[in-house]
């Protein structure tokens, strides 16, 4: 009797445990880039041409290209959380348009200091490399447009 009591008690912690475990695991393995993924669509939504905008400049269009190479080599080099680019709410109405690139520009930089950590998966390596290339052109666009947006004022 005392075994079968034991056996009972022990099963749903048999059950549970593997699966805390890896939900422990697959949430926390890099969770960096989740972040990084997340920003990224946030960035791409405020470089998003808006109505009353100054026509779209060809950095903006190439940040935005960028960015969603930077989005695909992320998913790549971590688990992709399935989210798309029409997910992201889009920025406050209020935000002129330098602000929203402003704001962008901030973004990819807090993306390039989550993906930029140590990474042992030679395969997640290659994707890493990538998608900080990636970023970087996305900042070097997005800092022209600002320019280029800032000098039409």
Do not use: C, W
């Not at 990474?119 to 390596?125: I, L, V």
């Not at 994707?127 to 070097?140: G, I, N, P, R, W």
């Amino acid at each position: 009797m005392k075994y079968a009591m034991k056996l009972l008690m022990a099963a749903p912690l048999a059950l549970v445990t593997p699966l805390a475990a890896s939900a422990a695991g697959a949430g926390n393995q890099h969770p960096a880039y989740l972040h990084a993924l997340s920003d990224l669509r946030r960035a791409y939504a405020l470089i998003e041409h808006r109505p009353g905008d100054k026509a779209v400049n060809g950095q903006e269009e190439f940040a935005k290209s960028a960015i969603s190479k930077a989005i695909d080599d992320v998913k790549r080099a971590s688990v992709d959380d399935g989210k798309s680019l029409k997910d992201i709410p889009p920025p406050q109405a209020s935000a002129d348009h330098s602000g929203r690139l402003h704001e962008a520009a901030d973004l990819l930089r807090e993306v390039r200091s989550d993906i930029d950590r140590e990474e042992d998966d030679p395969k997640a390596k290659s994707a890493q490399q990538a998608a900080l290339k990636d970023v970087e052109a996305a900042l070097e666009a997005t800092k022209q447009g600002i320019t280029d947006v800032e000098s039409h004022k």
